[in-house]
């Protein structure tokens, strides 16, 4: 079973930086694993916003250049810096994991894409204002 406890959030001005964390326990240490972040913003559907796999790394056109997502030792730590915060990146942040589909091309496990994964934390809040 995997658990997935996040941390990090906060309030910050526009153009500030927050570094978000994820606790993992569990499976997600396993290479076939999955691991990213979506989030809920205000006024909008649920948004897959990066992820990390066999392949590296993926960015939503709307963060792209300003977050960074890592994985930290034995794929135990997740986190998500971002850089020059806007107010529209306000919202509920939520740390994710999953089984990945193989990928014959890179010989790798790659994330299924979208913002459905089998498993998810409870969210932490970022508040740009």
């Known amino acids: 079973h995997v658990q997935l406890v996040e941390s990090g959030g906060g309030s910050v001005q526009p153009g500030g930086s927050l570094r978000l964390s994820c606790a993992a326990s569990?499976?997600?240490?396993?290479?076939?694993?999955?691991l990213g972040w979506v989030r809920q913003t205000a006024g909008k559907e649920r948004e897959w916003v990066a992820s990390?796999?066999?392949?590296?790394?993926k960015y939503a056109d709307s963060v792209k250049g300003r977050f960074t997502v890592s994985k930290g030792y034995a794929g135990k730590t997740l986190h998500l810096q971002m850089n020059s915060l806007k107010p529209e990146d306000s919202g509920m942040y939520y740390c994710a994991a999953d089984v990945g589909q193989f990928n014959s091309i890179i010989r790798g496990w790659v994330c299924r894409g979208g913002v459905e994964y089998a498993f998810r934390g409870q969210g932490t809040q970022v508040t740009v204002s």
């Open positions: 569990g499976s997600t240490y396993s290479k076939n694993y999955c």
């Open positions: 990390v796999d066999n392949g590296g790394t």
